[in-house]
């Protein structure tokens, strides 16, 4: 006669049905998005300036005052129990209480929930901003294609900044920029840049909310490829606590544009930028405006060779020590899973309708240039 626990497991084949309704919410959520796509307007006016405000202040409230990063602690906790179900799973088998096609419907109908959970509730809180109208309307940017003379005037500017900029920062002993007073109170004081973007953006302003979190594992960030992560289950903007110092500014306020709301990459880069610049502290400052020369300088490089060599010379010997160090630190940590990881975000970007993937990080430049036209 069966104990009541073997029948139970015994019953297990039928459980996997009451997970089909978590499954469901990624076709509805795939669809939400490619409605949202073609109502761009209805997207801004409705979620992005109204419901989703309402929601990172929800998440401001419930995680940042918290000095951990909470999406850090959730994540090793996902991973934690997939390794228990795997293990679970695996013994089972071994003990005869389920049948391999058991556990494989049991497990993929399982991953396709929790799939599901969290694409679905990904979209609502915070995913949604993708299909939102281009920051060149809401910013009044006139972003049309660039000339070649736009982007050297452009290249000019920003090596001029940089050039100016770096020989008001610390450094270290090798010459390498160094932070005011470290990574952390860098964390602290990164939103001082973002009060003052707000009074000059109105559909920035009174939407910055919460605080950036350094995450423990940084070393596995490291290895794995981002610098920085933001977590719409949680709100919080995590970053990467072993970053060059020199990028460690820039990649805090992408992170943080994300938090208001700007999902496109290029948008997040381009406001973390002017976040950056507007900050009333000159080491990010400097870190801004060296990101910006970064995107400027692989855009001439297109272009141009030798309007980009001529850029390049023209950098400080300290721009290029701390580009220098940048690069050692990704050599450093260049691994296969740098590349999965890099492919994973391309994936992510174009199902959210980005059809150029990580390539879209490149047009902040056409950003750029269109701020720059409406200065000059």
Request: charged letters at 20%.
């Amino acid at each position: 006669m069966l104990r009541v626990r073997d029948a139970r497991e015994l019953d297990r084949p039928l459980r996997w049905r009451r997970r089909l309704p978590f499954v469901a919410l990624l076709p509805l959520a795939a669809l939400l998005q490619g409605i949202a796509s073609k109502a761009p307007e209805i997207v801004e006016s409705v979620y992005s300036r109204s419901v989703y405000p309402a929601i990172a202040r929800s998440m401001a409230l419930l995680t940042g005052w918290l000095p951990f990063s909470v999406a850090e602690l959730l994540a090793v906790s996902l991973v934690a129990w997939i390794a228990w179900s795997v293990a679970r799973a695996a013994r089972h088998l071994v003990q005869g209480r389920r049948s391999v096609r058991n556990v494989l419907l049991h497990g993929g109908v399982g991953v396709l929930a929790v799939v599901g959970c969290l694409y679905g509730l990904g979209i609502f809180l915070w995913a949604l901003n993708h299909q939102r109208l281009p920051l060149a309307v809401s910013a009044g940017l006139d972003v049309s294609p660039g000339s070649a003379e736009e982007l050297r005037s452009l290249t000019r500017q920003l090596v001029a900044q940089a050039n100016t900029l770096r020989e008001q920062v610390e450094e270290d002993r090798d010459g390498v920029m160094l932070l005011a007073h470290g990574r952390a109170d860098a964390l602290r004081r990164a939103r001082l840049g973002f009060d003052r973007i707000g009074r000059e953006y109105a559909f920035l302003n009174g939407r910055h909310v919460g605080r950036p979190k350094g995450v423990l594992l940084s070393w596995v960030m490291s290895w794995i490829g981002p610098s920085g992560i933001y977590s719409p289950y949680t709100g919080e903007p995590n970053v990467n606590m072993h970053l060059p110092q020199s990028e460690f500014p820039s990649t805090v306020c992408h992170e943080m544009a994300h938090q208001l709301g700007l999902a496109r990459e290029d948008e997040a880069n381009f406001v973390g930028y002017l976040a950056a610049r507007a900050h009333p502290d000159v080491d990010f400052q400097y870190a801004g405006t060296l990101e910006a020369l970064s995107y400027s300088l692989r855009a001439l490089a297109g272009i141009d060779r030798d309007s980009y060599r001529a850029a390049l010379d023209s950098c400080s010997a300290g721009v290029k020590r701390d580009w220098a160090a940048e690069r050692a630190h990704a050599q450093r940590h260049r691994t296969q899973w740098t590349k999965v990881s890099r492919r994973i975000n391309d994936a992510y970007l174009k199902s959210q309708g980005t059809t150029d993937g990580v390539r879209s990080y490149g047009r902040m430049v056409d950003l750029l240039i269109g701020e720059q036209r409406g200065i000059i």
